[in-house]
Structures are given as C-alpha cells and as structure tokens.
C-alpha cells in the first residue's frame, strides 16, 4: 500500500493527495491539456504541497494561436490620438 505523502494545490486537481516519490515536476493530462505542478517549501498537514503552474498544449505551439507583436503592443494603442 502507498502511502499518500504530498498534495496539489490549485488547478483542475486541487486537493488531491498523492505519493509523490520526491517528483521535481508533476505532469497530468486532463482533456487532451497537459497540467503542471512544481514543488514548494510549504507543507500542510505534514504533506509537501506541488503547486499549479498552468496547462499546455502536448502537440506544442499552434499556428494563429498567438501573434508575438500583439503580445507586445496595446489593444488599443492603435485607437489612440497621439500626444500633442
């Protein structure tokens, strides 16, 4: 029998205990997204806690998806009047 000694914090799994094995990363695939939980330095209830650090997309970057120079620039800077 394993014995459950960590915990997921935040996230679609949020709560969750588990035999962590000293994981340095924690990898789920839930409908169809990987998600992620890193370690922290916090425990609760004498259990390490893996915090949520998001979701990706296993078959990487998608085309269209993201354009880099509308990460950079304002929505609206375009709708803006120039400073006299």
Known sequence: MT????LLQGGPRDG??????????????IDGKVHRYIPTMRR??????YTY??????????D???NARD??????AADREPPD
């Not at 650090?53 to 998608?62: C, K, L, R, S």
């Not at 990460?71 to 609206?76: G, H, I, L, Q, Y």
Request: aromatic share 2%; proline share 5%; charged share 30%.
């Open 16 to 29: 969750t205990e588990f035999a962590s094995e000293g994981a340095g990363l924690i990898e789920l695939e």
């Open 71 to 76: 990460r950079s620039a304002s929505p609206t």
């Open 53 to 62: 650090d998001g979701e990706v997309d296993p078959t990487g970057a998608q």
């Open 64 to 66: 269209g998806v993201e």
């Open 3 to 6: 014995t459950s000694d960590a």
């Open 44 to 49: 609760l209830d004498d259990k390490a806690v």
